[in-house]
């Protein structure tokens, strides 16, 4: 007999654990419900948030590939740039001589160069002995 009381009493626990389960399973949408709806979700999470190449890390690597592709633009116009002057410089021996006396501080025999640096100013203020 205590056999039985046992047996319902589990029965009981076991009811009300499922009534619970049921109540929280009333709240999702049926939808939601369906295992195959439920594995899909439950992998697009992991896509998203928990794979090597998740949301986040996908969003900085296109936000560094944008940088790196305006750095492209900006070495590929000063390669260009670069090219011209190196055809104009071999092209025209004037300004080639003006380019190595600005650059390279180079000059002709019968010359002296002088270079003028500007001075670094001291923020310190000189002060009277008073002796």
Sequence with gaps: MEYRSTARRRST???DSFVAVKK????????????YT???????CWIAFFDRSDAWTTFKNRRQLG?????KEFYLNE???TKEQL???????????KFA?????????????FVLVAEKKDHKVSRPDNK
Excluded at 67 to 71: D, P
């Design 13 to 15: 626990r076991e009811d």
């Design 79 to 81: 390669i260009a740039r």
């Design 87 to 97: 055809h104009e410089l071999s092209s025209d021996k004037e300004l080639l001589e």
């Design 101 to 113: 006396r600005e650059r390279y501080l180079m000059k002709r025999d019968n010359e002296d160069i």
């Design 24 to 35: 929280l399973l009333d709240h999702i949408p049926s939808r939601l419900r369906n295992r």
């Design 38 to 44: 439920a594995t899909a979700v439950g992998l697009l």
């Design 67 to 71: 940088r790196m592709e305006e750095q």
